[in-house]
């Protein structure tokens, strides 16, 4: 007997571009009594690939759209994800000092404005321990130092899966992932950084951009890769200064703009809008 109410569901994927890609999932979802909510999908002339991201309502159980789905995505070669409409992506925030961009996610994660489940927060340091705390979060201290960092990201690793964790958000995380984590992450870890690399590196790069009149400060949201800060980008986001700009104005706008663009690339992720396409991503905002 289907329930009174349809599931609401979100299925994104990809594949290469070839005519009647839309008319075959279209015709899948209405099989099993869906009704299409919103749909997007994009041709990429560059790489061949189609991309896809479709909510919809339907009765069919998680198994029927399972097994219909796995057999449409062999005729077309696809790479899919299924999830439930709304349903909190399941979260780890790793951190080190700096407390901008962890307060604001966990703020909207209360607020309910970002769908995700935070599980729990690591630092790197103590320092903010009490912030997780005063939002009802465990925290994990994870110290890293060179001869160390081989064991930490184990230990890391394995909290992840211990918690079921299917995001990775590094909120200013003064730590360089190995290769090997970056791989065992792939896809699903983030990271923020100012948009002054590769001219201001190192410590106060604020300091630095004043020293040096810039007019725009931005950050940018990417997927963490074994390139340092060269993973396909999520957002990006710019304030205007002038000269009147201490170093102290640009770094707290500097901090606004990063918690912006971290919020919107996490919210996205978590509603499964963003599809990679090499070294870019698609991005159904």
């Known amino acids: 007997m289907p329930s009174e109410r349809p599931g609401s569901w979100i299925l994104s994927l990809s594949c290469p571009d070839r005519p009647g890609i839309v ?7 209405a099989s099993h ?20 991201r479709v909510e919809f309502a339907s009765h069919a159980s998680r198994e029927e759209l399972d097994a219909a789905v796995t057999d449409l995505a062999e005729r077309f070669t696809m790479t ?26 966990l703020f909207r994660e209360r607020a309910g ?44 690793l394995a909290l992840v899966e211990e918690l079921g964790v299917e ?38 790069p604020y300091f630095q951009a004043h020293d040096r009149g810039v007019k725009l400060i931005g950050a940018t949201a990417h997927y963490v890769t074994a390139d340092l800060d060269e993973g396909p980008i999520i957002e990006q986001d710019v304030d205007r200064v002038d000269h ?29 809008r963003v599809l990679l396409d090499g070294h870019r991503t698609i991005v159904f905002s």
Not at 23 to 29: E, I, K, T
Not at 34 to 52: A, R
Not at 121 to 146: C, Q, R, S
Not at 167 to 190: D, K
């Open 23 to 29: 008319h075959a999932v279209s015709g899948l979802l």
């Open 113 to 156: 404005t970002l769908p995700v489940d935070i599980a729990a927060v690591v630092g790197n340091h103590e320092t903010l321990k009490d912030l997780a705390e005063f939002y009802g979060k465990p925290f994990h201290h994870i110290p890293v130092t060179a001869d160390t960092k081989p064991e930490s990201e184990s230990r890391l």
């Open 167 to 204: 995001l990775v958000v590094l909120a200013r995380y003064m730590q360089i992932l190995s290769p090997e984590l970056s791989t065992a992450l792939h896809g699903r870890a983030i990271n923020i950084h100012h948009s002054f690399l590769p001219s201001f590196k190192g410590a106060r």
């Open 33 to 52: 009594e869906g009704n299409i909510t919103e749909s997007q999908q994009f041709g990429d002339p560059d790489t061949g690939l189609f991309f896809m």
């Open 244 to 272: 009147t700009a201490t170093p102290e104005t640009l770094t707290a706008l500097g901090a606004d703009v990063e918690r912006r663009a971290l919020a919107r690339a996490v919210g996205w992720h978590a509603e499964h």
């Open 80 to 105: 899919w994800t299924l999830d439930v409409a709304g349903r909190p992506m399941r979260t780890i925030v790793l951190v080190s000092r700096a407390a901008h961009c962890v307060n604001d996610l």
